[in-house]
């Protein structure tokens, strides 16, 4: 029997002739020949049972790159793959249905804090730090949990860097368990800087050669329904959503004391929920550098602006 034309070969496999011409483009599908003069494509019979699967696995979902490798492994392989692709789908669909049972009950005013929720969203976390190419000892230091994301860098120059950044880190890592579920992620993560601040002032305190000592510290506490964030210096906070990375925090650049003056708070609800952040309010709160030299001056209260 002769080969059968885009046309024929669509309705025989179930696929459109636009869905054939992107498969043959991807090299998922391509045509046993095509005419030179008009560019007509043309398949064989046996290309069928492949075209059929190709079908299949788009009605499940199946993203086109994740299909070329099922269709190219053998049954056995094929077969566990599509296991373990449908197994990921229930698993994200359940989470979809409780997310968006959330969302209904909090944008009626039913649920205000995760704590009243019927279950918990989760965050993906790592942490690292590098030394970079011009300094001689790495004063950063970093920490990532299930609800507490914090890196401090350590003023360089200063004695004790290192001290300083790891014992701001410190306090906020603390918070991983205990501020999990407040009410109150921008309260408590003051509570926790002012915490860390009198840490960092005791350290000065206790041996004369780390007087000036200092720390930039950038936080964020996950509490389910909310997420607040600290910002101290030029340790900066990004946010990546939709392959693109946004800067949340704005650097302060001086290295001398400053007086601590009153911090920029805001909260915002978000109008877009997304995979990357779907957290309906956002809290926010900066502060001038860490420095244990500010001794006089307490650290201010944060005030909550309207929502915008």
């Known amino acids: 029997m002769g080969l059968l034309t885009i046309g024929a070969f669509a309705k025989a496999s179930r696929l459109s002739p636009k869905a054939l011409r992107l498969y043959d483009d991807l090299g998922l599908l ?82 205000t804090a995760m704590s009243n929720a019927r279950f918990t969203l989760g965050i993906r976390f790592a942490a690292q730090t590098d030394i970079g190419r011009e300094r001689a000892r790495n004063e950063d230091c970093a920490y990532a949990g299930a609800h507490v994301l914090a890196v401090a860098d350590g003023l360089g120059g200063h004695a004790g860097g290192v001290k300083a950044s790891a014992a701001a880190v410190g ?51 996950w509490s389910g329904s909310q997420l607040a964030l600290v910002h101290i210096g030029d340790s900066r906070a990004y946010l990546l959503r939709d392959g693109e990375l946004f ?8 290295s001398t004391p400053v007086p601590i003056r009153r911090p920029i708070c805001r909260c915002t609800r978000s109008s877009q929920a997304t995979d990357t952040c779907c957290a309906p309010t956002v809290c926010t709160a900066s502060w001038p550098r860490l420095r244990s030299n500010q001794r006089s001056a307490p650290l201010p209260t944060p005030r909550r602006s309207s929502a915008s």
């Open 30 to 111: 391509q045509p046993v020949e095509v005419d030179p003069a008009s560019g007509y494509r043309f398949y064989d019979r046996a290309q069928l049972d492949r075209a059929r699967l190709v079908a299949w696995l788009r009605r499940l979902g199946m993203p086109l790159a994740r299909i070329r490798l099922v269709c190219d492994a053998e049954p056995a392989t094929a077969a566990a793959d599509i296991a373990a692709y449908w197994a990921q789908v229930t698993t994200e669909a359940a989470a979809r249905q409780e997310l968006a049972a959330f969302l209904v009950d909090y944008l009626h005013g039913k649920a």
């Open 247 to 254: 800067q949340l925090t704005e650097d302060s650049e001086r």
């Open 171 to 221: 306090v906020l890592a603390a918070l991983d368990d205990s501020g999990a579920m407040s009410d109150d992620p921008l309260g408590a993560l003051k509570h926790a800087v002012e915490q860390a601040s009198a840490d960092i002032r005791a350290l000065a305190e206790s041996d004369p050669s780390l007087d000036g000592l200092g720390t930039t510290l950038t936080a964020t506490l």
